[in-house]
């Protein structure tokens, strides 16, 4: 399984920008996915995760009502959609597969990750 994280870029506070995580492997439909974030000097932080159906999603609580996360079996692709983006929304965003298939909420949880997209939120 290999992950590729894109569409991270600048904006300022109130902007919106849309992540999208583009996964190989002909059993993508099988894992979960989630998007971790990470700053410097800290741990992964838990952003957002779906089911590998696309059935169930969860949010942590700073994101809930302001992400969206959603897939596309059929491309292979997790999206997250940021909209009202905060200055500590800023971040380096990861997306990871979790082959469980469980979508939780703990990094160490996660199989495989992609590589990490730049989110810049300016106030």
């Known amino acids: 399984v290999q992950l590729q994280a894109s569409g991270g870029g600048s904006v300022q506070a109130g902007g919106s920008l849309r992540l999208s995580c583009a996964a190989t492997?002909?059993?993508?439909?099988?894992?979960?996915v989630g998007w971790f974030r990470q700053v410097p000097g800290k741990e992964h932080e838990f952003v957002a995760a779906?089911?590998?159906?696309?059935?169930?999603?969860y949010y942590a609580d700073s994101v809930k009502g302001r992400f969206t996360i959603s897939r596309d079996n059929a491309e292979n692709t997790v999206y997250l959609q940021m909209n009202s983006l905060k200055p500590e929304d800023m971040a380096v965003y990861y997306c990871?597969?979790?082959?469980?298939?469980?979508?939780?909420?703990?990094?160490?949880?996660?199989?495989?990750w992609g590589q990490g997209t730049q989110v810049t939120v300016s106030s």
């Open positions: 492997g002909d059993t993508f439909s099988s894992y979960a």
């Open positions: 779906v089911s590998w159906s696309g059935g169930n999603t």
């Open positions: 990871a597969a979790d082959l469980s298939g469980f979508a939780g909420s703990s990094w160490p949880l996660y199989d495989y």
